[in-house]
T-cell receptor
Framework: ETGVTQTPRHLVMGMTNKKSLKCEQHLGHNAMYWYKQSAKKPLELMFVYSLEERVENNSVPSRFSPECPNSSHLFLHLHTLQPEDSALYLC?????????????FGEGSWLTVV | KQEVTQIPAALSVPEGENLVLNCSFTDSAIYNLQWFRQDPGKGLTSLLLIQSSQREQTSGRLNASLDKSSGRSTLYIAASQPGDSATYLCALPGGATNKLIFGTGTLLAVQP
């Protein structure tokens, strides 16, 4: 148990569906992240929210839409995805107030797009 | 742009052996370096974090070293056990402190 909880753990969706991934952190951190992990590729940072404001978007397609209503919750809204979007989506949190704090990851949400 | 490389991609050792995993990075101006463990189908667990001012960190049978000038870090695992079998990843901040750039990992299998 890392203090970062992701739901659902597994999701299968069609290309025309709309779904959302949820992440909740119980660590009192002020920054939350979405990462994508595809087979044979390094983890890719998708979105960062620091102090509830999005500070970086690494040119992720608009079919992925993040939402951070407060410092403890983070969502990733999914719509009209493609099969190549199938991957493990990892949420993480950290306390971003010094030059090097440990980042804590959730267990991930396995997404399959059919 | 920071690039992170991990060698080897996969490693299989008999139980009890000491082993070393390698991580190389191209930009030595780093704040810190972290080593993570990932079990199949699971999230990442942080093992060790080395600040840029440190040369090594130890936790139990794990020892991580950092040589910024050569752009290298190693993770040493002593007396390996089957429970150590997992993928080990290193990561460094790419720009801001916690926007991490990951290597592709080393898949470790410890044979009983």
């Amino acid at each position: 148990e890392t203090g970062v909880t992701q739901t659902p753990r597994h999701l299968v969706m069609g290309m025309t569906n709309k779904k959302s991934l949820k992440c909740e952190q119980h660590l009192g951190h002020n920054a939350m992240y979405w990462y994508k992990q595809s087979a044979k590729k390094p983890l890719e940072l998708m979105f960062v929210y620091s102090l509830e404001e999005r500070v970086e978007n690494n040119s992720v397609p608009s079919r992925f839409s993040p939402e951070c209503p407060n410092s403890s919750h983070l969502f990733l809204h999914l719509h009209t995805l493609q099969p190549e979007d199938s991957a493990l989506y990892l949420c993480a949190s950290s306390q971003e107030d010094s030059a090097g704090n440990t980042i804590y990851f959730g267990e991930g949400s396995w997404l399959t797009v059919v | 742009k920071q690039e992170v490389t991990q060698i080897p991609a996969a490693l299989s050792v008999p139980e009890g052996e000491n082993l070393v995993l390698n991580c190389s990075f191209t930009d030595s101006a780093i704040y810190n370096l972290q080593w993570f463990r990932q079990d199949p189908g699971k999230g990442l667990t942080s093992l060790l974090l080395i600040q840029s001012s440190q040369r090594e960190q130890t936790s139990g049978r794990l020892n991580a070293s950092l040589d910024k000038s050569s752009g290298r870090s190693t993770l040493y695992i002593a007396a390996s056990q089957p429970g150590d079998s997992a993928t080990y990843l290193c990561a460094l901040p790419g720009g801001a402190t916690n926007k991490l750039i990951f290597g592709t990992g080393t898949l470790l299998a410890v044979q009983p």
